[in-house]
């Protein structure tokens, strides 16, 4: 199930090519403290976004403390509207702004649940000059530089074989964070190929 989870996230936030190269890593550990996070209320809206001619709609709502749940619905061709939920909280770290998610699912009608393993996504909102409408951009993190820090001991986790390459890092957060923070971003990140604006 978790790994479903994954794999429909590549399938919404990634593009194709990416997608065909690997999953997203998945961590132990998030980036910081949930219970110390500070909350970003630019993120709390509604965003529409065109990926390769189809629109789809991210919706961001406060959650308890500083996380948000953001539900993302996309055509999915004949089967018609797709679905996906995650629970998330910010991180800042040396000015750059990161997402901590977990992917979340509705069981039964007043019970969720979620991943036990999170997802690292760097983010910005911005307001190009002269636009009057916010642009929630996004980076996906690549699995390349992570398999190397593990092989190269700077992070613990490992690389599963009998699951298309899926990296898992189990490293401390304060591990975590120091990798991210003096990672080549470039490499790290991937810059997801649109950006989505504010609707209200």
């Not at 709609?57 to 749940?69: C, E, I, R, S």
């Not at 797709?82 to 509705?106: E, Q, S």
């Not at 951009?137 to 599963?160: S, T």
């Not at 591990?175 to 190929?193: H, T």
Request: aromatic residues 8%; charged residues 25%.
């Amino acid at each position: 199930m978790r790994r479903n989870i994954v794999v429909a996230v590549a399938r919404v936030i990634v593009p194709c090519l990416m997608l065909l190269a690997c999953d997203p890593p998945k961590f132990s550990n998030p980036l910081s403290n949930p219970q110390t996070a500070k909350a970003d209320p630019r993120l709390v809206g509604i965003w529409n976004v065109v990926i390769d001619g189809k629109h789809g709609t991210l919706t961001v709502v406060p959650n308890a403390g500083a996380t948000v749940d953001l539900v993302f619905v996309a055509g999915d061709g004949e089967k018609g509207a797709f679905v996906i939920g995650f629970n998330a909280f910010p991180t800042a770290l040396d000015g750059k702004t990161y997402l901590n998610m977990r992917g979340k699912r509705w069981v039964g009608s007043d019970k969720t649940e979620l991943d036990k393993e999170w997802l690292i996504v760097r983010y910005e909102v911005t307001r190009p000059r002269g636009d009057t409408t916010d642009t929630l951009a996004l980076w996906i993190m690549q699995d390349d530089e992570i398999k190397a820090a593990i092989a190269a001991g700077r992070l613990r986790g490992k690389v599963e074989t009998k699951m298309a390459g899926d990296v898992h890092v189990t490293s401390d957060t304060s591990v975590v964070a120091n990798f991210v923070k003096n990672a080549n971003d470039a490499k790290l990140f991937r810059k997801y190929g649109g950006s989505f604006r504010r609707q209200r």
